[in-house]
C-alpha cells in the first residue's frame, strides 16, 4: 500500500515569509497528524485531526501556525510569518483511527530553513 | 508530567557488539511504549511496541525491548549489531486514550564495519 505522501521535502525561506506544507495520508486513515522535528530532538505534535476536525492543537503556536485538512483525507500545515526558530523538519503521519494501539505511519517530511 | 528521556545521544558500536539503548519515561497512568527507527534518508518506522502482557517484546530485525515497570525504563537491546543497524533510535509512549505519541530525544547508532 502506498505511505504517506509529503510535499515539498524541501523549502528554504527568508524570515517573515510564508510556507505551506501538504500531507496526504495512507488511504482510509481517519487520524492524521503532524509533528514537528527540531535537530537534535525527537517529534513534537503540532496538531492531530480525526477526520477533519482538530483533536489536539495545544501546541501549535497559533498566531504563526494553521492546518486544516477540509475534505478529511489531505493535509495543509502553514506558517505566516516564519521566524528562525521555525527550521525544523515537519512530518505527518497517519492512523487508521485514535486507538492507542493503532500504529502511526509517517512520511518522509519536509524539511525546512528558515534564513 | 509527560516525558520520554534516552540518555545516550550517541552510540558507537563494532559489527557483532551487543547493543542496548536506554529509554526512561515519567507518565501518569496506563502506558503503551514504543521504539522508533530512523534509517539514514528514510522515514521513521516502527521497531516493536508494548502494550500490555508479557514485558519482554521482540521485534523486527532481531531487536527487542524489556518493560520494567518498577524502573519506569523500555531498553532496547540487541546481541549482535550490524553495519545496517545505522540509524537514529526513537523511544515513545502513548496514553491508553490514544492520541499523540511522545517522543524521547533519540540515539543515534553508528555501527563500524
Known amino acids: 500500500e502506498a505511505g504517506v505522501a509529503q510535499s515539498p521535502r524541501y523549502k528554504i525561506i527568508e524570515k517573515r515569509q510564508s510556507v505551506a506544507f501538504w500531507c496526504n495520508p495512507i488511504?482510509?486513515?481517519?487520524?492524521l497528524y503532524w509533528y514537528q522535528q527540531i535537530l537534535g530532538q525527537g517529534p513534537k505534535l503540532l496538531i492531530q485531526f480525526q477526520n477533519n476536525g482538530v483533536v489536539d492543537d495545544s501546541q501549535l503556536p497559533k498566531d504563526r501556525f494553521s492546518a486544516e485538512r477540509l475534505k478529511g483525507v489531505d493535509s495543509t500545515l502553514k506558517i505566516q510569518p516564519a521566524k528562525l526558530e521555525d527550521s525544523a523538519v515537519y512530518l505527518c503521519a497517519s492512523s487508521l483511527a485514535d486507538r492507542a494501539r493503532d500504529e502511526q505511519y509517517f512520511g518522509p517530511g519536509t524539511r525546512l530553513t528558515v534564513t | 508530567a509527560q516525558s520520554v528521556s534516552q540518555h545516550n545521544h550517541h552510540v558507537i558500536l563494532s559489527e557483532a557488539a551487543s547493543l542496548e539503548l536506554g529509554c526512561n519515561y515519567s507518565?501518569?497512568?496506563?502506558?503503551?511504549l514504543f521504539w522508533y527507527v530512523q534509517y539514514p534518508g528514510q522515514h521513521l518506522q516502527l521497531l516493536l511496541k508494548?502494550?500490555?502482557?508479557?514485558?519482554l517484546v521482540k521485534g523486527i530485525k532481531g531487536f527487542e525491548a524489556e518493560f520494567i515497570k518498577s524502573k519506569f525504563s523500555f531498553n532496547l537491546r540487541k546481541p549482535s549489531v550490524q553495519w545496517s543497524d545505522t540509524a537514529e533510535y526513537f523511544c515513545?509512549?502513548?496514553?491508553?486514550?490514544?492520541?499523540?505519541?511522545?517522543f524521547g530525544q533519540g540515539t543515534e547508532l553508528s555501527v563500524k564495519p
Open positions: 508494548y502494550f500490555s502482557g508479557d514485558p
Open positions: 507518565y501518569g497512568g496506563t502506558v503503551n
Open positions: 488511504s482510509g486513515h481517519a487520524t
Open positions: 515513545a509512549l502513548r496514553g491508553n486514550q490514544g492520541g499523540k505519541l511522545i
